[in-house]
């Protein structure tokens, strides 16, 4: 995927599993605040060049507006690239601000708690539109916002800590196991040396 594409060259992620990303009505509403702020720019363009004879007035409009669009584009960019990224490692906000800001919060799996939803108004509802509650150690809580469908999201949050919680789990099980083991064929190893330096011992004593 694009998104995913882009996302690497900011966030050293390796084995990205699952990405969320935001609801479409935060495009929808920033798309319709810009039409509308066209219109009305359109609109009074139209009243003052009735009245005012001045050649640079029609530049100064289409500035205006296209300047406004970029800002547009550059919005839905930087919404389009605020996600949360989920890896073998743990998870990863991905927050874009402005042109060159942006901001990454990694949460290991061993840091996360409980992961929980909720919405906050009416209209949140009506477009399906909730919120992501990530509550870490130490009653620490980061939110991402405005999210669809959260049971799923939720659901792939948790299947992906449990799976990589019992993988961890198996691997240091394995791990002491290993040590035990060593640890064991290091102490006979050394009943063996031991019993040999005694019979050597013995045996120069027998010759005198």
């Known amino acids: 995927?694009?998104?995913?594409?882009?996302?690497?060259?900011?966030?050293?992620?390796?084995?990205?599993?699952?990405?969320?990303?935001?609801?479409?009505?935060?495009?929808?509403?920033?798309?319709?605040?810009?039409?509308?702020?066209?219109?009305?720019l359109y609109g009074i363009y139209f009243v003052l060049n009735r009245y005012i004879a001045w050649n640079a007035l029609p530049r100064i409009f289409a500035l205006l507006g296209i300047g406004f669009f970029v800002k547009y584009l550059l919005d839905f960019f930087n919404d389009y690239l605020d996600t949360l990224i989920l890896s073998k490692e743990g998870m990863t906000m991905f927050t874009r601000d402005g042109i060159l800001r942006y901001k990454t919060d990694f949460f290991a799996r061993t840091t996360i708690e409980t992961v929980s939803y909720i919405h906050n108004s009416i209209r949140d509802k009506v477009f399906s539109k909730w919120d992501i509650m990530i509550k870490l150690d130490h009653e620490i809580e980061y939110p991402f916002e405005n999210v669809s469908r959260p049971q799923r999201q939720m659901a792939k949050i948790l299947k992906y800590k449990e799976q990589f919680a019992g993988v961890q789990a198996a691997r240091t099980e394995e791990i002491e196991i290993n040590?035990?083991?060593?640890?064991?064929?290091?102490?006979?190893?050394?009943?063996?040396?031991?019993?040999?330096?005694?019979?050597?011992?013995?045996?120069?004593?027998?010759e005198y």
């Open 179 to 206: 040590d035990e083991k060593i640890s064991i064929l290091a102490e006979a190893l050394g009943e063996v040396v031991k019993e040999y330096l005694d019979k050597k011992e013995s045996e120069r004593e027998e």
């Open 1 to 40: 995927m694009l998104r995913e594409q882009i996302i690497k060259k900011y966030v050293t992620v390796n084995d990205v599993l699952y990405v969320i990303g935001h609801n479409g009505s935060i495009f929808f509403r920033s798309l319709l605040r810009t039409i509308l702020f066209l219109v009305v």
